[in-house]
Nanobody, 123 residues
């Protein structure tokens, strides 16, 4: 069964850093673009970042530009979200996403979802 497994969430103080990981269970994801969405309490799920299958194309939401970076280990079929200068408004459940043929920068474009990992940023 094709799965995405997130890890790395936790509690961090504002201004701190955290790195999330998302490992794909199947080699079928090797040619998929992957990315991250997040959902804050009481809010809708929103796009955070994407990276295409070979790591050449990347994109970020305006709210995280300059603070977050994304990378990909092609051999391990794993992506990483490096989050710096975290703010309380970055708090939420972060979901890994994967899409084939399109960049996962909108919810309707996502074919696969992980179960999410919680990030809490204290002020």
């Amino acid at each position: 069964q094709e799965e995405l497994a997130e890890s790395g969430g936790g509690l961090v103080q504002a201004g701190g850093s955290l790195t999330l990981s998302c490992a794909a269970s199947d080699a079928a994801f090797r040619d998929h673009a992957m990315g991250w969405f997040r959902q804050a309490p009481g809010k809708e799920r929103e796009f955070v970042s994407y990276i295409n299958w070979d790591g050449v194309r990347i994109g970020f939401a305006d709210s995280v530009k300059g603070r977050f970076t994304i990378s990909r280990d092609i051999d391990k079929i794993t992506i990483y979200l490096h989050m710096n200068n975290l703010k309380p408004e970055d708090t939420g459940v972060y979901y890994c996403a994967a899409s084939r043929g399109v960049l996962p920068n909108e919810i309707p474009k996502v074919n696969y979802w992980g179960k999410g990992t919680l990030v809490t940023v204290s002020s």
